[in-house]
């Protein structure tokens, strides 16, 4: 396949001109294209905001649900029906701020899907207020002497909870990028990759520059199946470390641990009850 | 000593929570079908796990009984508190049974009978055990032989071990005992008959007349967030998940589980939720995005007293209003309110395949009283169940929201077809992606909406009338108070009466106003405070309902209270 089968022709794209989003939307595709995975057995869910628009510029199967509330359709979707991809990709307001407790609670489900989070530490579709990541004294038109409140860690908090495969990336570096999306994809369980991505437009603080001063990839010798390694490189806040922190390729998935799979793997959405066992349930209830 | 002699006795046993209430209200109705006659119950209790005051009131008849009346022809109280409780129920009529430690300070004028029931618990090991006692004392009254509830027993007790079976069927033979004692002095149920065909019909609970109707709808996904009273359809449906192939999951909030079960629709799979009040009010974003995504879905609303928490564990009809008009902006949707458990298991049956027709969602509305009341009926109709198949394969270049002359696009699934299935919350084009073209806004709009409830006004489920044609009085009502007004008509037996009842309040049906027009008085019933029902139709029909009768205590009507004020309405 090639990055070209997943490409949108005609497609109003929303971004300003130099968005990191570009180079998620490209190296996505690439990505898709490399594991050929099939338009239409691939579904994107995605929430609201500037990173929320990425399925539309992709051919695919698309869920643009609400503000924050893209894990629950998608955890949804992938366990009525297992044999599709299902990759949720939203922005940081949406995934950490609006849906954090989805957040929270799918990490502990564990669903066989990827959560791709852009990262830019900004709201840029509501035009520049603090989003959940934005760092220390980063002033904005609501935040208007500048943020105090402790910038939320996704890395740390899915290590935490067990998340089984961690990662974080920088949208430039279009190459580990890429590697890294393949490995959460394939991965067997809850995946999420942090990209970090700057805003162009309304965050002048965290920009192509600071991303590239301010990241480096952790070492060869970092083993991510070691969990108290990877929280301890995830509280790295100096500088911030990228590549996969954390991976637990052993934890069972939310639709292996459904009863309806363990003996018969037909997705849910083929299946019909049977009116004999209907009626025998109605007669059991003759009593209570 | 006597009751009243009459083919109907309403009894009532009252006790606090953790005394087990419940668990001989269980027992007693099985028992009591079983023996062949009709039963009916229904219960009050308060929010809390131990302690307060709980009663339940079973009613056994030779007639088809389904209703809550005030009448208590017998207490059986199991603590000191209940008669306090009941006070404003107890009359010269009532027999109370309970220990005489218990009933110290019962008014003189009262008919008492004590009963060594606790202190024979004690005796037995503990006061566990009153419920079982107290449910063979009621059981051997009412003339049920000890083998049927020796079984009831077995079968109820059987998980929690041998031993425990063992020391519940002495606790019910120390209530038989009791009861031969009783007997001497009491004589009761002469007038009721036994009619062996009842031994065999259902004896359902309105939850499980309307789980039973997910199941026949193929309900395959609910994610749902425990909220009394819709907990226990929740529960009933996870039951069932094994043997029919339902997914349900716990989700996170009432937020994510309709999230989820439109994200599980979206795949092909029919979903519900079940939720309350305050669970519902937060699903509301939720509901918007069905109606924007035409994703079906199926919501089931078990109504309590709000707002906020309200009165956690009491019934009301308070959140008509909020479904109607849930969720923002304007999409077509249904919302049904079955008044009886037949209606119920065909409603909900209909939901999914009326969901998956209209790619809507579709309300079922209950409240504690119904959801928690049981009765037995003589069977469930099968005859129209059926699955109807609204998922297409989609071809290559599938535009999920074609504009179509009747407003209904063909609905694809991801992963079935060559196309692929793009929706989305925002205003979106044919093909589902975003749009801000005002023209195919207007077009999306007509379609979700007009052409939508269109289809839908032609097959709304006409209310059922009570009584003849030729009324001057009409009574109207929704959802739960079916049975109970029903009831009240017969106690009246007046030919001038008649009832209508609406199984379907959204959208109201078309000839409303004729049946109102034809009456000289109308007069409506509701549990709530400000007669939203009646509302509703003044909006809809311009009439306005002559008089409103408004409960919102968080307890149902009663037969009684339906009596007077229809009575009071007739100037009697």
Known sequence: MDAKDFDMTGADVAWCPGCGNFLILKTLKETLA????????????????????????????????????????AV?????????????????????????????????????????VHNNMVYGLTKGQASPTSRSKFKTNLQVEGVFLEPFNPLSIAIALRASFVARAYCSDTEQTKEILKKAIEHKGYALVD??????????????QWFKENTYYLEESHNPTDINQAFKRAMETDKLPLGIFYMDNDRKTFEENLEIYYDDKTPLYKRKYEMDKLKSLIESKKRL | M?????????????????????????????????????????????????????????????????????????????????????????????????????LKTVNQEYNVLKAPILQSAQELGGIIFANVIAAGVLSNLLNIHSDVFDQIIRDMFQRKGEEIVKKDIKAGQKGYQIGDELSDSIKIISKIDKNPVIKDELLLSGTDAVGLGCIAGNCKFMASYPMTPSTSLQIFMA?????????????????????????????????????????FALMEEAVGLSGMTETPVVIYVGQRPGP?????????????????????????????????????????????????????????????YFAESYYNIPSLDLSDVEIEDYIIKTPENYRRYNLTADGISPRGIPGYGEGVVVVDSDEHDEEGHITEDLQIRTEMVNKRYHKKMKLIEKEIIAPELIGGDGYDILVIGWGSTYSTIKEALNVLGSDEISFLHFNQVYPLYSNTLDYLENADKTIIFENNASGQFAKFIKMETGFNIDEKILKYNGMPFSVEEVVKSLESLRGL
Do not use: W
């Not at chain 1, 992709?58 to 629950?72: A, I, M, T």
């Not at chain 1, 992938?78 to 599709?84: F, R, Y």
């Not at chain 1, 970090?196 to 920009?207: A, E, G, L």
């Not at chain 2, 579709?362 to 409240?367: E, G, H, K, Q």
């Open chain 1, 195 to 208: 990209i970090f991505q700057p805003c162009v437009t309304f965050n002048k603080t965290n920009t192509y």
């Open chain 1, 76 to 116: 949804a979707i992938k366990a009525v029906n297992p044999e599709l991809t299902v990759i949720d990709v939203s922005g940081d307001g949406c995934s950490y701020g609006e849906g954090g407790n989805h957040f929270i609670h799918n990490i502990r489900r564990n669903p066989d899907i990827t959560n791709i």
């Open chain 2, 308 to 368: 906020a928490v309200g009165l956690p564990t009491r019934t009301a009809q308070e959140d008509l209003n909020l479904t109607i008009f849930s969720g923002p902006g304007e999409f077509a949707r249904i919302i049904f309110a079955p008044g009886n458990f037949q209606e119920a298991f065909k409603i909900s049956h209909q939901a999914f395949n009326l969901a998956d027709k209209y790619q809507i969602p579709v309300f079922i509305l209950s409240d504690q």
């Open chain 2, 239 to 279: 039951h069932h998940g094994e043997d029919f192939d339902i997914l349900f999951e716990q989700a996170e909030d009432e937020i994510a589980a309709l999230n989820m079960s439109i994200g599980a629709s979206y795949a092909g799979a029919r979903s519900m939720i079940a939720t309350s009040g305050s669970g």
């Open chain 2, 2 to 102: 006597s009751l009243k002699s009459r083919d109907d006795l309403s009894i009532v046993l009252c006790g606090e929570a953790g005394q087990g209430i419940q668990t001989v209200e269980g027992i007693l109705v099985q028992a009591i079908k079983l023996a062949g006659y009709n039963v009916c119950s229904s219960k009050e209790y308060m929010s809390r796990v131990r302690g307060g005051l709980n009663s339940t009131e079973i009613r056994i008849s030779s007639k088809r009984i389904t209703a809550y009346v005030d009448r208590m022809d017998m207490l059986l109280a199991l603590n000191e508190g209940a008669l306090e409780h009941l006070k404003d129920r107890i009359n010269s009529d009532t027999l109370i049974i309970g220990d005489d430690q218990q």
């Open chain 1, 34 to 73: 490399e594991m050929e995975i099939k338009p239409e057995n691939l579904v994107l869910v995605s929430g609201i905001g500037q990173a929320g628009k990425l399925p539309h510029y992709l051919k695919c199967n698309l869920f643009n649900s609400l503000h924050g509330r893209s894990l629950p359709p």
